[in-house]
Antibody
Framework: EVQLVESGGGLVQPGGSLRLSCAASGFTFSSYAMSWVRQAPGKGLEWVSAITASGGSTYYADSVKGRFTISRDNSRNTLHLQMSSLRAEDTAVYFC??????????????WGQGSLVSVSS | DIQMTQSPSTLSASVGDRVTITCRASQSISNWLAWYQQKPGKAPKFLIYKASSLESGVPSRFSGSGSGTEFTLTISSLQPDDFATYYCQQYNTYSPTFGQGTKVEIK
């Protein structure tokens, strides 16, 4: 059974940093691209970032480019999102999502339960 | 970025009704479209890819159609478990975008 479990969320002040992690199990983690998708309270879904299976290529939404960094550790089956220069508008539930392939089309067949990030003073 | 627009934003329906949700893309995306279902406080669930291909395990009452810029998700006979919010998502580029969602509520 595929499982994705996010951790690392919490309350942070504007301008601060936070690192999210996603522990994956139930599939060959190193064979699939992974993404982060967020959902602000009461709002829709917004793709944030993606990384190919090897980690060799990364992609970012314009709204987070230069502030967020996605990475993965295939030896530990773990995905990370390093978030810095956080803003109030980054407040959201952050979902870890499994891509359907090693690279290529970015759509997602499994999702974690999400980790809440709140940016407020 | 490609903008995705869903209609309606909210839909009131009864069990057994046939329900159709429309998703329009701001430019052609061929058939690179997925649909998801989300219930309150839960993660999205993957339903359909490539506009009309049903993910394994998804009930056959769900179907998708369309290409280019206009797409539909149809539920042939609405069941109690189907009351949820539905999102379309284009994956024509390496900057995927979602529609704003359509909430299907009980009439």
């Amino acid at each position: 059974e595929v499982q994705l479990v996010e951790s690392g969320g919490g309350l942070v002040q504007p301008g601060g940093s936070l690192r999210l992690s996603c522990a994956a199990s139930g599939f060959t983690f190193s064979s699939y691209a992974m993404s982060w998708v967020r959902q602000a309270p009461g709002k829709g879904l917004e793709w944030v970032s993606a990384i190919t299976a090897s980690g060799g290529s990364t992609y970012y939404a314009d709204s987070v480019k230069g502030r967020f960094t996605i990475s993965r550790d295939n030896s530990r089956n773990t995905l990370h999102l390093q978030m810095s220069s956080l803003r109030a508008e980054d407040t959201a539930v952050y979902f870890c999502a499994k891509n359907i392939a090693a690279a290529g089309p970015l759509y997602f067949d499994y999702w974690g339960q999400g980790s809440l990030v709140s940016v407020s003073s | 970025d490609i903008q995705m627009t869903q209609s309606p934003s909210t839909l009131s329906a009864s069990v057994g009704d046939r329900v159709t949700i429309t998703c329009r893309a701001s430019q052609s995306i061929s058939n690179w479209l997925a649909w998801y279902q989300q219930k309150p406080g839960k993660a999205p669930k993957f339903l359909i890819y490539k506009a009309s291909s049903l993910e394994s395990g998804v009930p056959s009452r769900f179907s998708g159609s369309g290409s280019g810029t206009e797409f539909t998700l149809t539920i042939s006979s609405l069941q109690p478990d189907d009351f949820a919010t539905y999102y379309c998502q284009q994956y024509n580029t390496y900057s995927p975008t979602f529609g704003q969602g359509t909430k299907v509520e009980i009439k």
